[in-house]
């Protein structure tokens, strides 16, 4: 099936990112504050800012790098994080205590990498043809009605003969032997995202088999540390992945029917928490407070001190309008 035969998805369809079914499988009760009672903690996560504007930037250099000589390119890219920077609350000119607070993810860093990233991607930028920046897919779940999995690819390109997704990530996980800490490259080979966008693109681009994960160091004083991750998986291993996704996203309805259907927690014993997923990598989960402190939640209930609602919808975070009315 080819983007051209897919049916358009209906808005009362369900739409599952790879957001929502990480969250899911990372933690069903982490699924339900943030996705069904749909709160989250108040403030900005400096990193997730950092790496969407991050985006914005690439989108610039990647569409313009045959038309801009590299510093104008520079400017017009740094012209673009900063406006998605403040778009998000946060300052252009940091004072001392900001940079303190936010290092290494500043505008000054980002503009650094910038630089350094064109110049060692310049050959590539010349020669890669774009096929779409940004792109938002929606390719129906094959055993399940009315359900989609959804996401947007960063770049479509053609280059050397073979069309490529590139996805860029941002992380400060350095190592000083390789630059990047091995486990951190090694995660992109089994990551549910790259598979499912493997997937995806696959439906929409015939012969596109490959994701290359452009990875990028945020670091304090090393700005030029910048490598691809070339991922192509088997078909059977995407047939894995599509079969355990349908599977994650049948237990997912299943307990949200459930808590609608009681109208509690405690009740059900639906969306049970994974204690072993309240510490990770990168600190404490943001709902430990809660969980630790209560064991039912009821349908309608305000969020506790330190918490907003704000609701995370795939399908108009990623542009699927686009989709359905087949602009």
């Given at each position: 099936?080819?983007?051209?035969?897919?049916?358009?998805?209906?808005v009362?369809?369900t739409?599952?990112?790879?957001?929502?079914?990480?969250?899911y499988?990372?933690?069903p009760r982490?699924?339900f504050l943030r996705h069904?009672?749909?709160?989250r903690s108040?403030?900005?996560a400096?990193?997730?800012?950092?790496?969407g504007?991050?985006?914005?930037?690439?989108?610039?250099?990647w569409q313009?790098?045959?038309?801009?000589q590299?510093?104008?390119?520079?400017?017009?890219?740094?012209?673009?994080f900063?406006?998605?920077w403040?778009?998000?609350?946060?300052?252009?000119?940091?004072?001392m205590?900001?940079?303190q607070?936010?290092n290494?993810r500043?505008?000054g860093?980002?503009?650094?990498?910038?630089?350094n990233?064109?110049?060692?991607?310049?050959?590539?930028l010349?020669?890669?043809?774009?096929?779409s920046?940004?792109?938002p897919?929606?390719?129906?779940?094959?055993?399940?009605?009315?359900?989609?999995?959804v996401?947007?690819?960063?770049?479509?390109?053609?280059?050397n003969?073979q069309?490529?997704?590139?996805?860029?990530?941002?992380?400060?996980?350095?190592?000083?032997?390789?630059g990047?800490?091995?486990?951190?490259?090694d995660s992109w080979?089994?990551d549910s995202?790259?598979k499912?966008?493997?997937f995806?693109?696959?439906?929409?681009y015939?012969?596109l088999k490959?994701?290359w994960?452009?990875c990028a160091l945020?670091?304090?004083?090393?700005h030029?540390?910048f490598?691809f991750v070339p991922?192509s998986?088997t078909?059977?291993?995407?047939?894995?992945?599509?079969?355990?996704?349908e599977?994650?996203?049948t237990?997912?309805?299943k307990?949200?029917?459930?808590f609608?259907?009681?109208?509690?927690?405690?009740?059900?014993?639906?969306f049970r928490?994974n204690?072993?997923?309240c510490?990770g990598?990168y600190?404490?989960c943001?709902?430990?407070?809660i969980?630790?402190t209560?064991?039912?939640?009821?349908?309608?209930?305000?969020?506790?001190?330190g918490?907003i609602?704000?609701?995370?919808s795939?399908?108009?975070?990623l542009g699927?309008e686009k989709i359905?009315?087949?602009?």
């Amino acid at each position: 099936m080819t983007a051209a035969a897919i049916p358009p998805p209906s808005v009362t369809d369900t739409f599952n990112d790879n957001t929502r079914i990480s969250a899911y499988k990372d933690c069903p009760r982490k699924f339900f504050l943030r996705h069904i009672m749909e709160w989250r903690s108040e403030g900005t996560a400096v990193p997730l800012v950092f790496g969407g504007s991050w985006h914005a930037g690439q989108d610039i250099i990647w569409q313009h790098a045959t038309v801009l000589q590299q510093d104008d390119l520079r400017q017009a890219a740094m012209a673009a994080f900063l406006e998605k920077w403040e778009e998000e609350g946060f300052p252009a000119d940091l004072d001392m205590d900001q940079i303190q607070a936010f290092n290494p993810r500043t505008p000054g860093v980002a503009e650094e990498m910038y630089a350094n990233y064109i110049r060692e991607r310049w050959g590539m930028l010349l020669n890669a043809r774009i096929v779409s920046i940004e792109q938002p897919f929606a390719v129906p779940l094959p055993n399940l009605d009315h359900s989609w999995y959804v996401g947007r690819l960063d770049k479509v390109i053609e280059y050397n003969g073979q069309q490529l997704v590139i996805e860029h990530k941002t992380t400060a996980l350095y190592s000083k032997a390789s630059g990047f800490q091995p486990s951190y490259i090694d995660s992109w080979y089994v990551d549910s995202q790259v598979k499912g966008y493997q997937f995806g693109a696959g439906m929409y681009y015939e012969g596109l088999k490959s994701i290359w994960v452009d990875c990028a160091l945020v670091h304090k004083v090393i700005h030029d540390q910048f490598r691809f991750v070339p991922v192509s998986h088997t078909f059977d291993m995407v047939k894995e992945w599509l079969r355990d996704t349908e599977s994650w996203v049948t237990s997912m309805v299943k307990d949200e029917q459930r808590f609608l259907d009681t109208g509690n927690l405690s009740t059900t014993g639906c969306f049970r928490k994974n204690e072993n997923s309240c510490y990770g990598k990168y600190g404490s989960c943001a709902f430990l407070d809660i969980c630790r402190t209560t064991s039912d939640i009821q349908k309608g209930q305000e969020p506790p001190p330190g918490y907003i609602v704000e609701k995370w919808s795939p399908f108009e975070t990623l542009g699927l309008e686009k989709i359905i009315n087949k602009e």
